[in-house]
């Protein structure tokens, strides 16, 4: 049984620092890639941030330069590194797990979410 479990998510002001962290088990089959995203109240849910499986990252034009994405496909963890952060990065932020079954059967699989707050 696959389970993905999130923690680092908090109140902090603007201008402060968060780091998430995300956590995979049961998972045996390639990893592709590893991303976090975000959904705000009445909004969608956004990609914020992805690391392939090779290392390439890539970011939402609203992080770049602020937030960074790490993993250890060893040890199945993520982080995402949150600085200066601001009221509008307010929202749940999920981890997410691409991977493939087979060659012909890819699964996503996703954290529980973790609250970000960021007050003005």
């Known amino acids: 049984q696959v389970q993905l479990v999130e923690s680092g998510g908090g109140l902090v002001q603007a201008g402060g620092s968060l780091r998430l962290s995300c956590a995979a088990s049961?998972?045996?089959?390639?990893?592709?890639?590893i991303g976090w995203y975000r959904q705000a109240p009445g909004k969608q849910r956004d990609l914020v941030a992805v690391i392939s499986s090779g290392g390439t990252t890539d970011y939402a034009d609203s992080v770049k330069g602020r937030f960074t994405i790490s993993s250890d496909n060893a040890k199945k963890t993520v982080w995402l590194q949150m600085n200066s952060l601001k009221p509008e990065d307010t929202a749940v932020y999920y981890c997410?797990?691409?991977?493939?079954?087979?060659?012909?059967?890819?699964?996503?699989?996703w954290g529980q979410g973790t609250q970000v707050t960021v007050s003005s």
């Open positions: 049961g998972i045996t089959s390639s990893i592709n890639a």
């Open positions: 997410n797990f691409k991977v493939t079954i087979i060659p012909v059967l890819k699964r996503d699989y």
